[in-house]
């Protein structure tokens, strides 16, 4: 995981100059220990973003705040409103990757 981080954003850029020029937003969610828990984050990760919308800002800022709960030995933690299950932690946990459209909340 540590050789993949430095070369992530160039990877993502090359990503981004593949698209159509519609709408495109990707963010990374890497995992993190908080407290000795183990969770996925984005917060401090590269996204892109294009056209740059005060929609996708929003988001983005939205994402940052919550976390994912990824400690496969115990998935059920005490109640925390920003530390959630499923999502990218069912891909993560899975060895998959996660594509998700956020249409509800820019409607």
């Known amino acids: 995981m540590q050789l993949i981080l430095p070369l992530l954003p160039c990877f993502m850029k090359t990503a981004l100059s593949k698209t159509h020029p519609w709408c495109f937003f990707a963010q990374f969610w890497a995992p993190v220990t908080i407290d000795s828990k183990r969770l996925l984050s984005t917060s401090d990760q590269p996204f892109v ?18 976390k994912y709960n990824i400690n496969a030995n115990k998935l ?14 069912t891909a993560f946990l899975n060895c998959r990757t996660s594509i998700d459209k956020a249409y509800e909340f820019f409607e």
Not at 49 to 66: T, W
């Open 49 to 66: 973003v294009r056209p740059l919308y005060n929609d996708f800002a929003q988001y983005r800022l939205l994402s940052e705040k919550y």
């Open 76 to 89: 059920r933690i005490e109640p925390d409103h920003m530390i959630l299950s499923g999502g990218p932690a």
